[in-house]
């Protein structure tokens, strides 16, 4: 009986071993192992389409504002309709992190110079200083080369407005903050129609918005911030192919 037994699982081993090697061989050397399986492993989400920030259930859709940019020129949220953006909140004579989110975006800017589809939307959180003569300056001084980046300034309360409620955005004069303002130094990233956009942090959930205030270079801050610019960049590409 016993000889018999060794037989039956001696063949079961033989045919195990004819159908199914060669098939794992063939995955292993298709690399279909080693790299997909690999990636959707550590990255179930890699491959999506980046989120929709919704509040209350609905996608929060940038709403409609009217400011004057560096030329004096009126400019909407009608004027970036068909393009992927970015916007942020900042200050010219912002001493801390200003100089550092706009010195981000330079390098965004100048690595989608070619393409027509994207712009910028800098809204000044001090307007009654900085006048378009002022911000038109800043635009030198750091190389802005892009048509349609936007610095803007305009009604104080609308801006703030617009900062905290129509993008999420927190900023507010603070007299014992650096410069006498303050804001979070985040990016919003909005898309073709108007829609603030996202990709998915690694549990699933929106990552919002993108830190604009360590540099691609930098890779983290002191506190052990990661820079969020290389895949700012990343999705805005993906955006624009949308």
């Given at each position: 009986?016993?000889?018999?037994?060794?037989?039956?699982?001696?063949?079961?081993?033989?045919?195990?071993?004819?159908?199914?090697?060669?098939?794992?061989?063939?995955?292993?050397?298709?690399?279909?192992?080693?790299?997909?399986?690999?990636?959707?492993?550590?990255?179930?989400?890699?491959n999506?389409?980046?989120?929709f920030i919704?509040?209350?259930?609905?996608?929060?859709?940038?709403?409609?504002f009217?400011?004057?940019n560096?030329?004096?020129?009126?400019?909407?949220?009608?004027?970036?309709?068909g393009?992927?953006?970015?916007?942020?909140?900042?200050?010219?004579s912002?001493?801390?992190?200003?100089?550092?989110?706009?010195?981000?975006?330079?390098?965004?800017?100048?690595?989608?110079?070619?393409?027509d589809?994207?712009?910028?939307?800098?809204?000044?959180?001090?307007?009654?200083?900085?006048?378009?003569?002022?911000l038109?300056?800043?635009?030198?001084q750091?190389?802005?080369?892009n048509?349609?980046?936007?610095?803007?300034?305009?009604?104080?309360?609308?801006?703030y407005?617009?900062?905290?409620?129509?993008?999420?955005?927190?900023?507010?004069?603070?007299?014992?903050?650096?410069?006498?303002?303050e804001?979070?130094?985040?990016?919003?990233?909005?898309?073709?129609?108007?829609?603030?956009?996202?990709?998915?942090?690694a549990h699933?959930?929106?990552?919002?918005?993108?830190?604009?205030?360590i540099?691609v270079?930098?890779?983290?801050?002191?506190?052990g911030?990661?820079?969020?610019?290389?895949?700012?960049?990343?999705?805005?590409?993906?955006?624009?192919?949308?």
């Amino acid at each position: 009986m016993k000889k018999y037994s060794y037989v039956g699982i001696s063949f079961v081993i033989l045919v195990f071993g004819i159908i199914f090697i060669p098939r794992i061989l063939d995955r292993v050397s298709s690399t279909s192992i080693t790299k997909n399986d690999r990636m959707s492993a550590s990255n179930p989400l890699a491959n999506s389409k980046l989120s929709f920030i919704k509040i209350n259930g609905e996608a929060k859709k940038v709403p409609d504002f009217a400011f004057v940019n560096q030329d004096s020129l009126l400019i909407t949220n009608h004027d970036y309709r068909g393009k992927v953006y970015v916007a942020e909140f900042f200050f010219t004579s912002c001493p801390t992190i200003c100089p550092k989110m706009t010195r981000n975006l330079v390098y965004i800017q100048n690595k989608l110079k070619d393409n027509d589809n994207f712009g910028i939307a800098s809204f000044t959180i001090t307007p009654d200083r900085d006048t378009p003569k002022v911000l038109k300056q800043y635009a030198e001084q750091y190389s802005v080369t892009n048509p349609d980046w936007h610095l803007l300034t305009g009604d104080r309360d609308k801006i703030y407005e617009l900062a905290n409620k129509g993008f999420n955005l927190y900023a507010a004069e603070n007299p014992d903050a650096p410069g006498g303002f303050e804001h979070n130094g985040h990016f919003a990233l909005i898309d073709k129609n108007g829609f603030i956009r996202s990709r998915y942090d690694a549990h699933g959930n929106p990552l919002i918005f993108y830190r604009g205030t360590i540099g691609v270079e930098e890779k983290m801050d002191i506190n052990g911030e990661e820079e969020q610019v290389s895949i700012l960049l990343e999705d805005i590409k993906k955006l624009l192919e949308e």
